[in-house]
């Protein structure tokens, strides 16, 4: 059956243009009359919700405004869809003139009516993916319609019509982003595409989540070209000789170092040609022995020119970061004013709770930033930086020093617990670097302050808001033996997340202990090799290494090693932990709030509004209630004077906020936690708001994979506002 629409009216100048699309059965969309060869009438693109985080510019911003502050507590759901899996979604989706596209929690990609959720086509390219993906690019050129897509190591380009991937692009419709590292063989190389790639022009600009530990791939960003999937420019990040930064590392760091990836995502400046680059820490991320320097461009906001890869500015955000200080979140695209005068900038938010403010085009802080003097390393072999650089305004989001007075006062039990622990602990703030024998607490944690889900931007107000863990972690460092046993290598490449006795640190990382009741041999394996959720895969593991490996994980027993190869690592200290500081009965051993949703009007630095967010339902039955709680996904915010929000872990709960004040104006419970950023958009004149619930942060909770979408029950069409645009 065809349906026909009259999609929209378009207002450009003083002339009226009709404009007809035809959208078949199986989502096929001829374009009737349309004025531009791409996707990019501006009437249209209010209405769509085109790229990852709603545009290129990363805002979450929407200008749709028939939901409303009056009438947003009549929101039900309009449809849902059940993708029919298990394992949790972290997924933005595109909406592009009445088709959303969207992944399943093992990656199949998929096209729905966004009017009615009704599927038009699925593509399953046959690997089962394991690892978070977060969302899918657009580009169009004329009739050639492409969304591109990660599944693991690879990169697709599918047909928007059918999904099938075009033949033409790169090899067979996809590309390996193995190749093409300068690592041997490309096959053991470990990364996967977590985030969507940025589209420029004819370029996709990617990165690429990489391991934590070595051996891994270097973190180069590249450019692909969008037709032909031919690789076009990388830059990076582990500076080679004669480039800028080399002097930062180690000489041969470049042959033999890892990661400095860019698995957030990033974001574009289409007027400017610029592309956004934030980036993590260098492999090893807690012992940087093997890496002295600053470490360029870890840890660092880059700025490149999109269409050549060329560096313009950078801001390296932690020199030397021997604490995971990945930069988490896609930069936000704003305008500020400042004496008067409107600046383009750029905000990046940070898991220490930091937001930094830049002009977009030189770097130029736009707040002061100050450097400030940390202690020294005593771990033998590494040499901490001697100063970082902390932004003086907006004041941070999230607490920045655990005190004993800042325990939990849930129950005397637990507070006389975290009290007796805590004094076990260093606990002085950020940047003081490990050692060994004794934890470290890292507070903000390793999670944040921000997260993945990357703030929301209002164009009308200067307003960014940030949804924030707090969560207090801990760790320590452990000399490696640096033999070839399963033990060194369950120490070393293991241990880090599944503890040293295998325990884990439940619900974030399982124990490993009684293993193979839940999994057989060959999915441990396959789990080993490929990774699953936040596990990196260890594809560079010999056969012989990873069957002795598994045996000592299920037996213990430390078996000889077949032949010579090489231990996988010569990492000379491992990490003792990923720990969150929780109580006996598993609730934070710190004082709420543990979440937070903050508004910042970055004109000025100052706080607009600053709320607990989350709650656990158990705890607030007893009374115990707005305690904040652990939060993943991001918030959107629309003209409409909404912020909308899932992201929190326990309750399951999207909300929508008064953006001016904070205040809770409507709410509902998802079948799933909805840790992922929704987005919104409008099909035959009625918005909708879509957000992907699939849980898997809360242990005591199933996981799944559902899209649910929202709308007013009685469409009464209100007049858009006019093309104001941020576009
Ligand atoms: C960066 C942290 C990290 C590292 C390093 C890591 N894992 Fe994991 N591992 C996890 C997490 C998190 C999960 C749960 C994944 C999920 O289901 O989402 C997991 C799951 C597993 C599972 C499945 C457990 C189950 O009950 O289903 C096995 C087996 C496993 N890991 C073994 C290993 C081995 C062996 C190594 C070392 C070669 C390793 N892991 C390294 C974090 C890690």
Same mark, same amino acid.
């Given at each position: ?6 999609? #929209?009216?378009? /207002?450009? &100048? ?5 404009? $007809? *699309? ?6 096929? !969309?001829? %374009? ?112 050639? #319609?492409?969304? /591109?897509? &990660? ?5 697709? $380009? *599918? ?6 991937? !075009?033949? %033409? ?559």
């Amino acid at each position: 059956m065809e349906k026909h629409r009259i999609l #929209k009216i378009l /207002l450009t &100048g003083a002339s009226l243009l009709t404009s $007809a *699309l035809i959208v078949t059965r199986a989502g096929l !969309i001829a %374009s009737v009359a349309n004025p531009r060869p791409q996707n990019t009438a501006p009437d249209q693109e209010q209405q769509d919700w085109p790229a990852y985080g709603g545009a290129p510019e990363n805002n979450h911003y929407s200008t749709l405004a028939q939901i409303n502050r009056s009438n947003v507590k009549h929101l039900t759901v309009a449809w849902s869809f059940d993708t029919q899996e298990e394992g949790g979604l972290q997924a933005n989706p595109l909406i592009i003139a009445g088709v959303l596209y969207g992944i399943t929690p093992t990656q199949k990609v998929f096209a729905l009516d966004a009017a009615t959720g009704e599927l038009l086509w699925k593509f399953d390219c046959g690997i089962r993916g394991t690892q978070p993906d977060r969302g899918l690019a657009y580009w169009a050129d004329g009739n050639d #319609k492409r969304i /591109l897509v &990660g599944v693991m190591n690879f990169l697709y $380009a *599918l047909d928007t019509s059918t999904g099938k991937p !075009i033949p %033409s692009f790169a090899k067979d419709g996809r590309i390996d982003l193995r190749e093409n590292l300068g690592r041997e063989p490309a096959s053991a190389q470990s990364i996967v595409l977590t985030s969507p790639p940025v589209v420029y022009k004819d370029l996709l600009i990617v990165g690429g989540r990489n391991p934590e530990t070595l051996p891994a791939p270097p973190g180069d960003i590249r450019a692909f070209d969008i037709r032909t999937g031919k690789l076009r420019w990388s830059f990076h990040t582990i500076a080679h000789p004669g480039e800028f930064g080399y002097s930062t590392w180690p000489r041969d760091a470049w042959k033999t170092g890892g990661a400095a990836n860019n698995w957030a995502g990033m974001t574009l400046d289409p007027q400017r040609g610029i592309v956004y680059v934030p980036t993590g820490s260098a492999a090893f991320d807690f012992y940087g022995g093997d890496r002295v320097g600053d470490d360029l461009f870890a840890n660092c906001l880059i700025a490149l020119n999109a269409q050549t890869g060329k560096r313009i500015w950078h801001f390296q955000g932690v020199h030397h970061d021997i604490w995971d200080r990945d930069f988490p979140s896609t930069p936000a695209l704003l305008t500020v004013k400042r004496n008067g005068k409107e600046i383009a900038a750029v905000a990046q938010t940070s898991k220490q709770g930091f937001v930094y403010l830049f002009d977009r085009a030189n770097g130029n802080p736009l707040f002061p930033i100050k450097s400030q003097k940390y202690p020294p390393s005593t771990v033998p072999g590494e040499v901490a930086a001697r100063d970082q650089p902390l932004p003086v305004r907006p004041a941070p989001f999230a607490r920045q020093l655990l005190t004993s007075d800042l325990l939990t006062m849930r129950t005397p039990e637990a507070h006389q617990w975290a009290l007796e622990t805590f004094k076990k602990f260093r606990s002085e703030g950020q940047f003081v670097p490990f050692s060994v024998g004794k934890d470290t607490v890292v507070f903000p944690g390793f999670d944040g302050g921000a997260e993945w889900g990357g703030p929301a931007v209002d164009p009308e107000t200067g307003i960014i808001y940030i949804n924030s863990n707090e969560m207090a972690w801990t760790g320590a460092l452990s000399p490696n033996t640096g033999e070839n046993s399963p033990r060194a290598i369950y120490m070393s490449q293991c241990s880090v997340c599944h503890g040293e006795k295998m325990a884990g640190s439940p619900p974030a990382i399982p124990s490993l202990v009684g293993v193979s009741e839940r999994l057989a041999f060959p999915q441990i394996a396959t789990t080993i090799k490929n990774g699953r959720g936040r596990m990196p895969g260890f594809p560079n593991l010999t056969e012989d290494q990873l069957s002795a490996l598994i045996d000592f994980v299920l037996s213990g027993e430390n078996k000889d090693l077949p032949g010579s190869a090489p231990p996988p690592t010569s990492m000379k200290y491992r990490f003792t932990g990923y720990h969150r500081f929780l109580d006996p009965e598993g609730y934070p051993a710190i004082a709420p709030p543990w979440g937070t949703l903050n508004a910042i009007n970055l004109n000025t630095g100052e706080y607009v509004w600053k709320i607990p967010f989350g709650e656990y339902p158990e705890l607030a039955a007893k009374g115990l209630k707005n305690t904040g709680t652990e939060n993943y996904g991001g918030p959107i915010v629309t003209a409409g004077g909404l912020l909308f929000i899932g992201a929190t872990d326990f309750d399951k709960k999207f909300r929508a906020f008064d953006k001016s004040t904070g205040e809770l104006l409507w709410e509902a419970t998802l079948p799933f936690s909805g840790n992922a950023t929704p987005a919104t958009y409008e099909v035959n004149d009625r918005q909708f708001v879509v957000i992907a619930a699939g849980g898997g942060k809360d242990p005591k909770s199933p996981s799944g994979g559902v899209y649910v979408a929202f709308a007013l029950p009685q469409v009464s069409p209100t007049p858009k506002a006019s093309s104001n645009s941020n576009h």
